[in-house]
């Protein structure tokens, strides 16, 4: 078998591994999500849950897949020796991975869309206003066309391995990524109406609190955004150095994210209340902000139209901010399927690539075709019964499959002092009861 692939150094792990968990998630999800649910009262109960629930399952899934050093399905089948162990990792491990294969899927698509707003601008700057209202206009040849050329460069980047894949890319493109998030919120920030969005994002409704909806949604979100349950994050693990500290990089990863989302939201507020100063309509009838694709694909552009010359290099700055989000995110869905087939088949590596990418993309394509029947079932059943179900299932093998001492000896690795840490005294035992519970408590609730 070929050697397996490492990161470089830790910023390369830590901008891999932000670069997944930071995409659509955190620039549009959590933004809305907060902007819907009593904006600061979300936010506090998202970062409680992203260090509850989400990093302790975070740190489930890098702790299986540096001490396995295998993918995901690989690594639960040889986590403990015993038969019925061996078959239930199996079937966890091709579930993650179905899972993951079905996330790209749709996320491919969004991916898509979020190109096709970046090169709309470009193109109404180069004066091809035919190409741009095409751009502009849902249909079918453009979303597949635009999934394409995403799924094109994904498993470009993914053909190339760890090193000079994703760890090349994601140290071009997350430090891009944040300058022009910083760019556009010192924009923002000098338009009328932004302290109005401030204020509704940092200023808590605790009335919110009481209702058991957010916790679910601050939870699916957090899960979602840090990338957990489908074994991205195992594989990412497993690509790590023995000489790095792991609880101290699952602690950045979620800090980073969280950070991320934060900050994200600074710009997606403003930007509403901003637009709403322009006279644009940011509530639909029922008196909701307008959330999820009307925000995206109505109220901002609306926004930017309001400005001239000035609006469309905004768009293209946006637009680009979001796409090279979600590229560093969809790499690392790719890189599941890829890894499993490399590791158990003996593919090799450019090959596994493109296959599982065209098996993706072709699932993509039928999604487009018939994306009124299946686009959001795919989405719910993936991110809110397949993500939450998997991390419970991921923790109880962290916990129960893999015995205390062998924990002890991963996890020692490059932090030699850990048996005096508060992360050790806490986690074993964390881990195995109560993270489950919490998650499963959760997830139970939100079926009533
Ligand atoms: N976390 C990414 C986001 O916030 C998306 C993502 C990447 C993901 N890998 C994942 C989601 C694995 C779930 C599972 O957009």
Known sequence: MAERGQFSSKIGFLLAATGSAVGLGNIWGFPTQAASNGGAAFLLVYLILAFVLAYPALMAELTIGRHARANVVTALAQLHPSALMHKAGLAVGVGALSVAVFILSFYAIVTGWMLAEFLSPAAQLLQLHKTAHWLDAQSFSRNLLMCAVMSGLTITIIARGVEKGIEAWSTRLMPALFLILLGMIGYVFTQPGATDGLRVYLVPDLSRLSDPGLILSAMGQAFFSLSLGVGTMLIYGSYLRD??????????????????????????????????????????????????????????????????????????????????????????????????????????????????????????????????????????????????????????????????????????????????????????????????????????QSLR
């Open 243 to 444: 000489t790095d500290n792991l609880p101290r990089m699952g602690a950045s990863v979620t800090l980073l994210d969280t950070g991320f989302a934060f900050t994200a939201g600074l710009l997606i507020l403003p930007a509403i209340y901003v637009a709403q100063a322009q006279g644009i309509t940011v509530f639909n009838s029922d008196g909701a902000l307008m959330a999820g694709p009307d925000l995206i694909f109505q109220v901002l552009p609306a926004l930017f139209d309001s400005m001239g010359t000035a609006g469309s290099w905004l768009a293209l700055a946006f637009f680009a901010l979001m796409s090279i989000a979600a590229l560093t995110s969809a790499i690392s869905l790719l890189e599941v399927p890829v890894s499993v087939a490399v590791e158990r088949w003996g593919i090799n590596r450019p090959l596994a690539a493109c296959l599982s990418g065209a098996v993706i993309f072709m699932i993509s394509g039928i999604i487009i075709a018939q994306h009124d029947k299946i686009f959001s079932a795919v989405i719910t059943l993936t991110t809110e019964y397949g993500q939450p179900l998997l991390g419970v299932a991921l923790c109880l093998f962290a916990g129960w499959a893999l015995h205390r001492d062998q924990l002890l000896k991963e996890l020692r690795k490059g932090n030699p002092n850990l048996e005096s840490s508060f992360f050790w005294r806490i986690w074993p035992f964390y881990v195995k009861f109560i993270c489950p519970l919490l998650i499963l408590t959760t997830f139970v």
